[in-house]
């Protein structure tokens, strides 16, 4: 046998019968480390599969958004959102009544909502029928007002199904802000998926994202709802921030300035254009 090295990690060798074999001389110390290795490798393992293990399923999730929506016994409200460019006033009345006003460079618009239909209406233009969806705030404070809470979970998702959001499929993710949440519709790293986002602990929205395929060119929306919080005296829990994005670029950034819960809103606001 002729040695090569002493020195631990390099290799010996020893010729038996005409056959060179070469290992790595014995080291307790380096025995120590691989069996250190190893036992963290297990604990990771453990822990990734422990939290895999306690994401409950998409449907329990959304259902439970539904019900702390439906404590809010929302019958209407008007926000009013200022940003750089534009104001918008959001308007809703129980059962399925909305309307948006919008004031910008542009002028004044509105878009109004009945049972499902939508038309736009400028001054100087005849009301054009839209198809765009409202916001899923908006569409969630419709569903919560469904009765039985079981019907109005079901509402809530065949609305998402309508927005092409796997409800079937759930994982954890942060929020860019570093809010832990439930991702609704796929894992952190499909973003070619439309998924909704939400805080774990209170189970409200905080990011919503719509892929837009027209035209042979994907584009993704997302909006994002931050700094949530009750409004006093009325008691409604609700975002200060709405930030919009088209392709991970920040295109609007709007904060709440007004809020009312069950306000008296006139009929007319929602009246259909006439044919």
Excluded at 35 to 43: E, P
Excluded at 113 to 140: C, F, H, M, Y
Aim: with cysteine; charged share 25%.
């Amino acid at each position: 046998m002729r040695r090569l090295s002493s020195r631990p990690f390099l290799l010996e060798e020893q010729r038996q019968g005409g056959i060179v074999l070469r290992h790595a001389p014995a080291n307790p110390k380096s025995r120590f480390s691989l069996v250190n290795a190893g036992a963290m490798a297990l604990l990771l393992l453990i822990k990734a599969q422990s939290a895999h293990a306690f994401v409950p399923p998409a449907r329990w999730i959304l259902e439970q958004v539904v019900n702390r929506a439906r404590q809010e016994n929302l019958k209407s409200f008007r926000v009013v959102w200022n940003s750089q460019t534009a104001t918008e006033e959001w308007l809703f009345q129980a059962p399925n009544s909305m309307r948006l006003n919008r004031t910008d460079a542009n002028g004044n618009r509105s878009i109004v909502r009945v049972k499902g239909q939508a038309w736009l209406l400028r001054s100087s233009q005849p009301p054009k029928r839209i198809t765009n969806r409202p916001d899923i705030l908006l569409e969630l404070f419709t569903c919560a007002r469904e009765k039985p809470s079981r019907a109005a979970a079901s509402c809530w998702l065949n609305r998402l199904r309508d927005r092409r959001i796997n409800i079937t499929k759930a994982s954890l993710d942060r929020t860019p802000d570093g809010r832990i949440a439930w991702l609704i519709g796929g894992m952190p790293r499909e973003t070619h998926r439309a998924r909704l986002w939400i805080d774990k602990e209170q189970a409200i929205p905080l990011r919503v994202t719509r892929i837009d395929n027209k035209r042979g060119k994907q584009k993704v929306f997302d909006s994002r709802y931050s700094a949530w919080r009750t409004h006093e005296p009325d008691g409604l829990l609700f975002p200060q921030v709405l930030r919009r994005h088209r392709d991970g670029n920040l295109i609007k950034r709007m904060t709440l300035q007004h809020v009312a819960k069950n306000p008296a809103l006139s009929p007319r606001l929602f009246q259909p254009p006439s044919p």
